[in-house]
């Protein structure tokens, strides 16, 4: 879907645009690209290109965005200057395609008897509720790791109450490290996906649990890991989820190409592909080597519009598009 080093990437549909945020690298602190169909991308430059003082500059990883109180919030891992750790700092823009600028003068979340946090994570319930998950990052230091979540202030720029330790690593192909938390409702049920085993490798792979709320429990699923490498697609995850025009759920993931892995040899590249959840049970349709349908655009039109239009459209033959992954790089 984007064939570049695009780690760690998150999609925020807004307006008739989709945006896509990623790890730091040559696109600046917080690479930032945009499509209008989730297949077609163009780069757009660096979301963050201030870092906040307490930022060490060169370790931003895993950004990820939500719109609260009438704004643009991101959410971010960086290396503390104070503690030498890697933590969870927040910023705000007007638009999502930023700049984005630090607020507060330190991390929002830190915890440094536990290896410090990242891969923080906005979920918005459907009362309006928002909550932000994370991970310790104790696999720094021979720790275990664990998805926290805990509520969020309405502008998102604090935290409230007191945090929920959701799930740790204890499944084997977890190895040492559960992370990349994402939370998804649906049907009542709460999936919380998450990404285990070692990111360079083509272990690494995609997992859920799910709970009937937020706070849990969770459990995970018998079917895990349901994203796992295959063909030339190697070490998948780090995943995110976003709904298209017409009201499908896709996943958007990482992963290395096979025998190109780790930063000296290759680059992770984001991908696509459909996933469903349904009475408890999630599915993911890759990840695919072949073309399959895409993405409907967002439209912003009035519903009855829409209606029109796809009534008009009915029936008519080649309608559907198709993508396919980038092959792998010879």
């Not at 792979?205 to 030339?232: H, I, W």
């Not at 759920?249 to 696509?272: C, E, F, K, N, P």
């Amino acid at each position: 879907m984007l064939d570049a080093n695009f780690p760690d990437p998150f999609v925020l549909r807004a307006g008739t645009q989709y945006h896509a945020y990623a790890t730091n690298g040559s696109g600046g602190n917080v690479p930032h690209a945009v499509s209008r169909d989730l297949v077609h991308w163009e780069r757009a430059g660096d979301a963050m290109p201030v870092l906040p003082a307490w930022v060490q500059p060169g370790l931003t990883w895993a950004p990820e965005v939500v719109q609260l109180a009438g704004r643009y919030v991101l959410y971010f891992t960086a290396r503390d200057l104070k503690s030498g750790r890697q933590c969870i700092g927040v910023a705000t823009a007007a638009q999502p395609a930023g700049p984005f600028r630090g607020q507060g003068s330190g991390p929002l979340v830190c915890q440094v008897e536990e290896g410090g946090s990242i891969d923080a994570s906005p979920f918005v319930d459907t009362d309006g509720r928002a909550y932000l998950l994370w991970k310790n990052d104790g696999n720094c230091c021979n720790l275990s790791t664990r998805i926290y979540l805990q509520p969020l202030a309405r502008d998102g720029l604090s935290l409230t109450g007191k945090p929920t330790d959701l799930i740790q690593n204890f499944q084997l192909w977890e190895g040492a490290v559960i992370e990349a938390p994402t939370l998804h409702k649906a049907g009542g049920t709460y999936y919380l996906l998450y990404s285990g085993g070692p990111f360079d490798s083509d272990l690494y792979a995609v997992g859920y649990a799910t709970a009937s709320k937020v706070t849990g429990p969770y459990s995970k699923s018998a079917d895990n890991p349901v994203l796992t490498s295959r063909g030339a697609v190697a070490g998948p995850g780090h995943q995110s989820v976003v709904t298209d025009g017409a009201g499908q759920t896709w996943l958007v993931y990482h992963a290395w190409t096979t025998g190109q892995i780790g930063d000296q040899l290759g680059y992770r590249s984001m991908r696509l592909d459909r996933v469903t959840f349904s009475g408890g049970r999630l599915k993911v349709s890759g990840p695919t080597l072949t073309p399959q349908p895409a993405p409907a655009p967002p439209d912003d039109r009035p519903p009855i519009s829409r209606l029109l239009c796809r009534s008009l459209r009915a029936g008519v033959a080649g309608d559907l598009l198709r993508l396919r992954h980038w092959p792998a790089r010879p």
